[in-house]
């Protein structure tokens, strides 16, 4: 199984900072990576796709990059509904994996 | 829009079978898709379980393999999750989910979630 590592596990922030979460995968996968948003008592919402490829509806201050092992998630500018836990998954191989996530609250 | 909801026991005994089910309305099973389960659990994060097509085709995830089936009912627009020779370990929020395909490249992910249902195991 291809195993995902997050960085940081958690992190605080203002309203306003830019949030950079970092996903590595123990093997290339190219750019078959997602991420996902998951607040408390809720099912996750998926908001990047392919790496980089912004799923519809999510606002544009969310973006992904990356390819091969090394991939980030980043929040421009931080917004109170943004306060939840986030986790990139790869479908490169089967099975599906995620990663063990970065929850991000408030400073 | 489409919506997927979970339904089943939310207790069941050590040794005997989970079995859940995934109504999906806005849309229609038959029209394709992949159609999946993942279950979270404090101790194990998130974690797929196995997917099923239209066509009745399926993956599963190795370490569960032998102990799951997912089929799908085209008919009731539904899908289902067993699970045999539970232990407290397959405690955890089950959650059934679309699996959007992005073609050409392949890529999978989820598009949209049901809300999830809360198994528990114990006697």
């Known amino acids: 199984d291809i195993q995902l590592t997050q960085s940081p596990s958690s992190l605080s922030a203002s309203v306003g900072d830019r949030v950079t979460i970092t996903c590595r995968a123990s093997?290339?996968?190219?750019?078959?990576l997602n991420w996902y948003q998951q607040k408390p008592g809720k099912a996750p919402k998926v908001l990047i796709y392919a790496a980089s490829s912004l799923q519809s509806g999510v606002p544009s201050r969310f973006s992904g990059s990356g390819s091969g092992t090394d991939f980030t998630l980043t929040i421009s500018s931080l917004q109170p509904e943004d306060f939840a836990t986030y986790y990139c998954?790869?479908?490169?191989?089967?099975?599906?994996?995620f990663g063990p996530g970065t929850k991000v609250d408030i400073k | 829009q489409v919506q997927l909801q979970e339904s089943g026991p939310g207790l069941v005994k050590p040794s005997e079978t989970l079995s859940l089910m995934c109504s999906v309305s806005g849309f229609s099973i038959s029209s394709g898709y992949y159609w999946g389960w993942i279950r979270q659990s404090p101790g194990k994060g998130l974690e797929w379980i196995g997917s099923v097509n239209h066509s009745g085709s399926t993956a599963y995830t190795p370490s569960l393999k032998s102990r799951v089936t997912v089929s799908v009912d085209t008919s009731k627009n539904q899908f289902s999750l067993k699970l045999t020779s539970v232990t407290a370990a397959d405690t955890a929020v089950y959650y059934c989910a679309r699996v959007f395909v992005v073609v050409p490249m392949g890529a999978y992910y989820m598009d949209v979630w049901g809300k999830g249902a809360t198994v528990t195991v114990s006697s």
């Open positions: 093997q290339s996968i190219s750019n078959y």
């Open positions: 998954q790869q479908s490169y191989s089967s099975p599906l994996t």
